[in-house]
């Protein structure tokens, strides 16, 4: 009885490892790797972007989500505002989901306190900024 609750566990994680890479194949874009040493590969929903107006602009709505590449860590799907023709982003909303899909941690960054900033070139930032103002 013992091997087969290990089997069936087993089989359990497989799946949700096997839809968790379907999500990311299917609905999610690969959009940069970092190289650190904790590395994370992120992914963007080009699907759900949104054209937004908000503080006198035209702005972008982005989700990204960064998955570390050890698979037993928590993950992170993030709400970006992005302002194309500024060269800008900030984060709107974070999330935290632990390694099986359930939510850790839920942050809501209020309006007034969103600062849109500058990427670096060659950066995970700028990766975003440049894959989602160039998805139409």
């Known amino acids: 009885k013992l091997l087969l609750l290990v089997l069936i566990s087993m089989s359990l994680n497989a799946t ?21 040493s904790a ?19 035209e702005l972008l709505l982005v989700w990204i989500k960064e998955m570390p590449k050890d ?6 799907v993030q709400l970006d505002i992005i302002d194309c023709h500024a060269n800008q982003s900030a984060a709107k ?3 935290i989901y632990s390694n099986r899909d359930e939510v850790v941690k839920t942050i809501t960054i209020p ?17 975003i900024i440049n894959n989602a103002c160039g998805w139409e």
């Open 39 to 57: 590395p994370s590969i992120f992914l963007m929903n080009k699907r759900d972007i949104q054209k937004i107006q908000e503080y006198n602009k």
């Open 16 to 36: 949700a490892q096997n839809w968790r890479e379907y999500l990311s194949q299917d609905d999610w874009e690969i959009i940069g790797i970092t190289k650190s």
């Open 71 to 76: 698979t037993k860590k928590n993950y992170r």
């Open 93 to 95: 909303k974070i999330t």
């Open 111 to 127: 309006s007034h306190l969103i600062k849109m900033d500058y990427y670096a070139p060659n950066t995970i930032g700028q990766s």
